[in-house]
């Protein structure tokens, strides 16, 4: 199956809600003791395990595929510019760059 393919066969709702429950579950998350740091991290990792199940039980397709909306979902519920400020800058605001 194709990636356009595949991507018409899940709905745009599918993807907002895959971002909903990531988005949910980050939040839940983080009221535990987990360093804020590693959020999103661990949205990335909720958003693809969620899409890898949508596809899975949901559409009963390339699985693959789906895990991989589910890793760009978790990014949306994050935020790609809180990955970016936390893990790919912060060593060059630490070193005075």
């Known amino acids: 199956m194709d ?6 066969s899940m ?3 599918v993807y907002g809600f895959i971002t909903i429950i ?3 579950a980050v939040q839940a998350v983080k009221q535990t003791e987990i360093n ?10 909720i ?9 899975m039980y949901i559409y009963s397709t390339d ?3 789906g895990a991989a909306f589910g ?14 400020n936390h893990y790919a800058f912060s060593p ?3 070193e005075g760059k």
């Open 47 to 55: 958003g693809t395990l969620v899409g890898f199940l949508a596809a």
């Open 71 to 84: 890793f760009i979902s978790g990014f949306a519920a994050t935020g790609l510019n809180e990955v970016l």
């Open 3 to 8: 990636l356009i393919t595949f991507f018409n």
């Open 22 to 24: 990531t988005w949910v």
């Open 92 to 94: 060059m605001k630490e």
């Open 11 to 13: 709905t745009a709702t």
């Open 36 to 45: 804020n740091k590693w959020l999103p991290l661990v949205s990335i990792l």
């Open 63 to 65: 699985v693959g595929l």
